[in-house]
């Protein structure tokens, strides 16, 4: 079985750095793995890896691998083999465990049962009626850093696939607003968390399934789409003007920090303590000017909104926060919005996650999410005068329309604490424009729009929040 082991470990090695929820493409890598837990001995084999990537500058991340040993071929999973190991002179093929639709029943049923062993723990959080009775799995397709499965419509099982020592913040905080009744979540309905290295990690987590829901990003771009195709309409004469669900969005996003406020409680950020925050957008920046060059043209006028944050004479309310908030977060269903996926930011550890902030920032993120709709179709027809004008008042309007919302719930209107969101959402862009610059490089023209306006010094402070 060791020999066995290692053949496996060498097919995880050579897997790993090939998947699209993998960090560390393009950087010089070592992986070790070993075996976690055999959930299933019952031939097909059913365990969980885990997998170290180790990187020439001496970091290093850990993934989970579930496999799942077949002792003959399966066409419907040859796109997730791993390769084949030989036992007892007969081959066995190995696969990525979540797309097996005959053995993730398994992970249901633990939840449901609230099985333990020595090192997996399958915690249920809700009554054992509420579980999917003997659905299929389906794995979704649209996600990068883990594995959903659906069961069924009723249930959706997110598998991380980067581990960290810790409660992940996803589980934490949905286990608590579900406590709370909050109605712009999806309900918890289990998780599954691991001990390794006497440590606890987060392995998956059980959501109720939004059947019917549409995700905000798509509902958006359904919006553009449909202005564009009205040369001459307003984005408020278009038929598929946005600004009411953007408005509407807006008081789910206040609730939400509500229920968040309720259950981690709030705290203030004192005046000194604002430097090291302001430091940190201009680190970030010195970083981005190295990777995306046009960034100096403008690059005044963007430390000048990060020095506003170090020279501010108010402290800053701060809680928890979604921490990582767009349009691609969110679900409309026919009656709410649902946010969701609230693990913060992947590149952040689980401790900077958990970390108190502005809710500002959730803000700014959706913010910039809106000029990300507005503007992604110029990237295929072309940017022209009309188009950039069409796209900015597109933006404009729901932008305004989602703060309105916002202010409405929550009492207090974002706008007016501009100068703040006005570096939040600068400090967004940055980012956005690194990320573009190295993966979609036809696209780094979206946040470098956005950049030229919040790189403008302003007397009224309001561009970045309109």
Known sequence: MTLVRSEIGAL?????????WFAGKGRGVAVTSRLLEVISETPP???????????DDGSHETYQVPLVLREEPVQSLEHVLLGSVQVDGSPLWVYD???DKGVTQTLIEGIRS????????????AEPGEFPDGAQSLVLTAEQSNTSLVYGHRAILKVFRRLEPGLNPDIEIHDALTELGGRNIARLLGSITATIDGEPVSLAMLQEYMTTATDGWELAKISVRDLMAEADLHADEAGGDFAGEAERLGVATAHVHADLANAFGTDLLATHQL???????????????AIVPQLA?????LRASFDAVARRSEPVVTQRIHGDLHLGQVLRTARRWIVLDFEGEPVKSLAERRTF????RDIAGMLRSFDYAARHQLVDVGSDAQRDYRASEWADRNRSAYCDGYADASGHDPRDDAALLRAFEADKAVYEAVYEARNRPSWLSIPLASLARLGVPSASGQEGAQ
């Open 97 to 99: 465990a979540l797309h």
């Open 45 to 55: 084999e059913f365990s969980i890896w885990t997998a170290d990537a180790h990187y």
């Open 12 to 20: 995880i090695a050579t897997w790993l750095p090939n998947q699209r």
């Open 357 to 360: 902030d502005s809710p500002l």
């Open 114 to 125: 609230g099985r333990n062993t020595d090192v997996l723990r399958f915690i249920p959080h």
């Open 297 to 301: 043209e403008i690059e005044s006028g």
């Open 275 to 289: 430097a090291p925050r302001s430091a940190a957008m201009h680190a970030r920046l010195d970083a981005a000017l």
